[in-house]
């Protein structure tokens, strides 16, 4: 992984920008793979039935920067493990194209690579499964879902099991969307 942004738009695809922020060791960021996350957030958007051209960013950040962001958008004094701007709800964090040309600009999502190494470790799991689950749940986010309700919680844990099977809650709890952002 690079400090350059790794875009890809082709007909008919979607532009997903993905890159590190300057919050991120470079060492952090080496063992990612932006084309299986890529895939994976191509994956959401396609069983959602989003247009193609369709974008939104996803910045791997560390800690401190995820506290700042929290802090400031949500005026809570602690790292959370993603957060999500929609663009649609005036939500959108300034992220590397400040005047996007997508069809339809999502917005940006923002993941502690270290909260899911952290959170991985307590629920058994590998930590890249860790961060795909923060990235779906970031992509549902932005697509509209929450789980602020309990109904709304069950909804929006069966679309994140659906594309990462039911492995990412075992064990966490009802109440484990409640950290998210």
């Given at each position: 992984?690079?400090?350059?942004?790794?875009?890809?738009?082709?007909?008919?695809?979607f532009?997903?920008?993905i890159?590190?922020?300057?919050?991120?060791?470079?060492?952090?960021?080496?063992?990612?793979?932006?084309?299986?996350?890529?895939?994976?957030?191509?994956?959401?958007?396609?069983?959602?039935?989003?247009?193609?051209?369709?974008g939104?960013?996803?910045?791997?950040?560390?800690?401190?920067?995820?506290?700042?962001?929290?802090?400031?958008?949500?005026?809570?004094?602690?790292?959370?493990?993603?957060?999500?701007?929609?663009?649609?709800?005036?939500?959108?964090?300034?992220?590397?194209?400040?005047?996007?040309?997508?069809?339809?600009?999502?917005?940006?999502?923002?993941?502690?690579?270290?909260?899911?190494?952290?959170q991985a470790?307590?629920?058994?799991?590998?930590?890249?499964?860790?961060?795909?689950?923060?990235?779906?749940?970031?992509?549902?986010?932005?697509?509209?879902?929450?789980?602020?309700?309990?109904?709304?919680?069950?909804?929006?844990?069966?679309?994140?099991?659906?594309?990462?099977?039911?492995?990412?809650?075992?064990?966490?709890g009802?109440?484990?969307?409640?950290?998210?952002?």
């Open positions: 992984m690079t400090g350059e942004p790794d875009t890809t738009t082709e007909p008919g695809s532009s997903i920008d890159e590190p922020h300057a919050s991120l060791p470079l060492a952090d960021a080496a063992g990612v793979d932006i084309e299986e996350l890529r895939r994976l957030i191509a994956r959401v958007l396609t069983a959602e039935d989003l247009e193609p051209g369709t939104l960013t996803l910045l791997l950040a560390a800690n401190e920067y995820l506290r700042e962001l929290n802090r400031e958008y949500r005026e809570t004094d602690e790292p959370t493990d993603v957060l999500a701007f929609g663009a649609s709800e005036g939500e959108e964090f300034p992220s590397a194209d400040d005047e996007p040309d997508e069809a339809e600009y999502l917005g940006d999502i923002v993941v502690s690579l270290s909260l899911a190494r952290e470790l307590a629920a058994g799991i590998e930590p890249v499964e860790e961060l795909h689950h923060l990235v779906v749940h970031g992509v549902l986010h932005l697509l509209g879902y929450d789980h602020e309700e309990p109904a709304d919680d069950e909804v929006m844990r069966a679309q994140e099991e659906s594309f990462l099977g039911s492995r990412i809650h075992a064990g966490r009802a109440g484990s969307h409640a950290q998210h952002g």
